[in-house]
């Protein structure tokens, strides 16, 4: 193996591929990278087992072959090379010799031949979706991911494909949230939304794979991720590198039902204004609950944040919100109402009530008209005295 | 207790004190700050009994009194607390009630009674300092302050006064800073000194306090901080806030005589490309003790800087420097290393050496005739193989 490419789009794929890589492993190897020069080019590939991230490199090969490499060494090393020189890898009795400028280095390497083999898809058709678009969402959907692994079905976010749309949902039981992506021409084309209905059409993907694949998304200006599902797993091409990751079996809970239809009571305000009064209450939120009470009054329009602790002392701040329907009194978890204000992006949010025993809803304002969005929705389920 | 006060007043005055309150601590009140309103204005104190801070507050006294209350508690209040309104404190049965706009709070406080008493300074004279002085010297002399506490003496930073100068220093005993600070009019009085002379003018001062105070002047644009050093404490004085803390008994080593009069050899050269070199070195770094060798050639004149390890592989830079004086080869502990070259805050700095069993020095290289700065040395103790 020979090959030559600049130090920073070596240091690029190095980034795409390290994160996997699990740290402490009883299979040393899973510890290296992957490198494979051959017709088509120069790929890196990383495994964790469950999920794995080929990625390419622009390269000139003048000798194919494969090594593997210790990947926090090699990330290090690199990513302090100068930039600008190119950099020259070669393969020489089992180890990896680099060369930029008058830097040297020679890298203890471990046969490819031990390497997991990562994954090929077998299916054709694809759902596309923007970069932009799932940046938009992410953060909203691992927000109420179960952490807990009790039940693993929980700890994944549920992948809903119909002929209108995409359904995200995640829940760890105390909170839910769902989101529906509209599916234009150009997302998905009908027969392959065919192909897949007759297989899979609701999955549940890790949140580890949806955390990665943000990682990578968030480093990159633009662009488009292309996903296709197949029996027991997932796959993201995004411009050149591509995730494959096992979906989660069993089933997702069916959560509709405890989604409410309406609310009776609306407080529309800034979520920054709301954001702080919340932050504050939390101080004083008390029990291993959080405890902290949203009221709205109908009298005189306003909502009213209260929190009060034995030990601590207690806070109480008046908003004047945009109310609508009746007084309502609800007692919440501070933390999961903070975690849901703080991934909101429109500079107006509403809260949404029915009544004490049944849960709030969060949703984003249209910045333009003020309208209620529905194509997310947060909910908290009260706690119950 | 009663006053009026603006809401950023408030916070900045509790950033200045809170980070000093102990986190676990058998005296509770420790936990605490002391709210006092007097005749002259409002004064916010925290203490950890070796260290202690007070700070002014601009505010209206309707009544005078004072409280203690947990400071984490009133710290993440009164951050979250909207900007802009004007915020009242009052003393109500023991309890700090806290209105602001429509936010109301009630935090329960301790008596201010059992709140350790902060010494005050009984000297007048005081040395001037400008924060941007201290700014540029505060990173410097931290990088070796000694973390293990068998030698008292070595986890704090040596200050002495003499007619013409401050001289600091710090060593854990593998490394060593000396930092001098030339005395200009203004800096101190005459009859200042004299009186200080006769009392102390070699000091230990805890590296904590010199961290605390970093943090303080790093927070304001410009200013002064003024010392006054007395028999067994320290003052400093940041524009209405005191920092006062104990001195460390003991006797600082005398370690003049290990550092070097003069170097035979010297390379001198861009600090960020050595840096580079030496992260990339460390990677192959050998042993506990991080070997790397600095070597320099006098024929073809560069520096080469070279690392090998059994288990990892092995690394070399050749760097062209600017050299003079005879060759050299001297292994060094890489973390040591980049310690000194990341406080450093000139583009080039020179390397000096005198032979494989001699301490190299780092120093600083004036940036606009390319002269070596002699107000500031890094010395590192080679490993003897």
């Known amino acids: 193996m020979k090959f030559i490419c600049t130090q920073s789009n070596l240091k690029k794929a190095i980034f795409y591929t390290e994160r996997i890589v699990s740290r402490q492993t009883t299979l040393p190897i899973l510890n290296n990278i992957l490198i494979n020069a051959g017709k088509g080019g120069v790929k890196l590939s990383a495994t964790n087992l469950e999920m794995g991230v080929d990625t390419k490199i622009g390269a000139k090969v003048e000798k194919e072959g494969k090594i593997t490499v210790p990947v926090r060494l090699l990330s290090s090393f690199i990513n302090n090379l100068p930039a600008g020189e190119n950099t020259q890898l070669e393969l020489i009795n089992q180890s990896l010799k680099i060369k930029s400028g008058s830097v040297k280095a020679v890298i203890k390497g471990v046969s490819a031949d031990d390497f997991p083999l990562i994954p090929k898809k077998s299916e054709e058709y694809q759902i596309i979706l923007k970069n932009s678009q799932l940046k938009e969402i992410i953060d909203k959907i691992l927000v109420s991911v179960a952490i807990n692994e009790a039940r693993p079905e929980l700890t994944g976010i549920n992948f809903i494909l119909n002929e209108e749309e995409i359904i995200l949902a995640s829940t760890d039981s105390f909170r839910l949230t769902e989101i529906k992506i ?143 329907g009746p007084a309502q009194e609800v007692v919440l978890n501070s933390r999961y109402i903070l975690d849901g204000l703080n991934v909101i992006n429109t500079s107006s949010v509403a809260i949404l009530m029915n009544n004490e025993a049944t849960p709030i809803a969060l949703k984003e304002i249209n910045e333009k008209n003020g309208e209620v969005l529905n194509n997310y929705i947060y909910i908290v389920m009260p706690i119950k005295n």
Not at 218 to 232: A, C, H, L, N, P
Not at 280 to 296: D, L, P, V, W
């Open 182 to 324: 509209k599916l234009e021409k150009g997302n998905i084309q009908k027969e392959a939304y065919r192909s897949l209905k007759n297989k899979k059409s609701n999955v549940i993907i890790p949140a580890t794979t949806i955390t990665e694949l943000n990682r990578i998304i968030t480093s990159q200006e633009d662009g488009e991720v292309k996903i296709t599902i197949e029996e027991s797993q997932i796959f993201f091409e995004i411009n050149g590198t591509t995730i494959v990751s096992r979906l989660i079996n069993g089933k997702y809970p069916e959560y509709q039902h405890i989604l409410p239809q309406q609310f009776k009571s609306r407080a529309v305000g800034s979520r920054d204004l709301i954001l702080g009064s919340v932050k504050m209450a939390s101080i004083f939120a008390s029990g291993k609950t959080n405890e902290i009470i949203f009221k709205i009054s109908s009298d005189a329009p306003k909502m009213i944040i209260e929190a009060k602790s034995a030990e601590v002392g207690e806070n109480t701040s008046e908003l004047k919100l945009d109310i609508t």
